[in-house]
Structures are given as structure tokens and as C-alpha cells.
């Protein structure tokens, strides 16, 4: 059983920087998977952010987040990190990475229904 441990959020002005980091405990697992970012505002459904295939050739993004938003990963560290610049305060939610165990190389998954794994989250606030 592969878990994921999400780290990096937090308080942040509108305008600035946040970069959250995943860290898987099973490599065989990890260097297989299709990776993603969601994230869940209160009162709201949980939302897919963003996505990266199993080699990091592939990404796919939110519309909302799109230019403002780098996801990325280092299979050599079982990691895939999300780097969130202009925040909004529209982007406060908890931020989830989830891994899709069953991806072909060269696809990604966007549906929450699609992932096998999740982390526990991660808080980010940004004021105004």
C-alpha cells in the first residue's frame, strides 16, 4: 500500500508563490503512476488541478490555473510537486495529490474517481 504525504501549504498574499510537495513511500509503486494535484474548497466538490504521466512527458491543467500553475516530478526521489504562482484567493482550498497506479505511459488522468492513492492535504490560504 503506497502512501502519499503532501507538505508545503500554508499563508500566502494574493499575488504570490506556494510550491506543495508529495512524497510517495513506495517507488515501485510511484515511478508507475500517473500523478495529480486536487484540491477541495469548503462547501465544494474536490477538483482536479492539475496532472503529470508516469515519465513527466505529459501534463494536463485545470482551465482556472492554467499559466499560473507548474506541476512536475522526480522519479529518482518519489516526488511530484505542484509550484502555484499569482495566487488567487480563489485558490484557498486543501490541495490532495493522487495517484492513478493503473496509468499507461503515456496518459493521464483527470476524474478523482480514476486514483487509487491520496494524501492527507494541505491548507493553502490566500488572502486579499
Known amino acids: 500500500q503506497m502512501q502519499l504525504v503532501e507538505s508545503g501549504g500554508g499563508l500566502v498574499q494574493a499575488g504570490g508563490s506556494l510550491r506543495l510537495s508529495c512524497v510517495a513511500s513506495?517507488?515501485?509503486?510511484?515511478?508507475?503512476?500517473?500523478m495529480a494535484w486536487f484540491r477541495q474548497a469548503p462547501g465544494k466538490e474536490r477538483d482536479f488541478v492539475a496532472a503529470?504521466?508516469?515519465?513527466?512527458?505529459?501534463?494536463e491543467y485545470a482551465d482556472s490555473v492554467k499559466g499560473r500553475f507548474t506541476i512536475s516530478r522526480d522519479n529518482g526521489k518519489n516526488s511530484v510537486y505542484l509550484q502555484m504562482n499569482f495566487l488567487k484567493p480563489e485558490d484557498t482550498a486543501v490541495y490532495y495529490c493522487?495517484?492513478?497506479?493503473?496509468?499507461?505511459?503515456?496518459?493521464?488522468?483527470?476524474?478523482?474517481?480514476?486514483?487509487?492513492?491520496w494524501g492527507q492535504g494541505t491548507q493553502v490560504l490566500v488572502s486579499s
Open positions: 493522487a495517484a492513478d497506479a493503473n496509468a499507461i505511459l503515456t496518459t493521464v488522468a483527470t476524474a478523482a474517481s480514476q486514483f487509487d492513492y
Open positions: 513506495y517507488g515501485y509503486t510511484f515511478s508507475r503512476s500517473s
Open positions: 503529470i504521466s508516469r515519465n513527466g512527458g505529459l501534463t
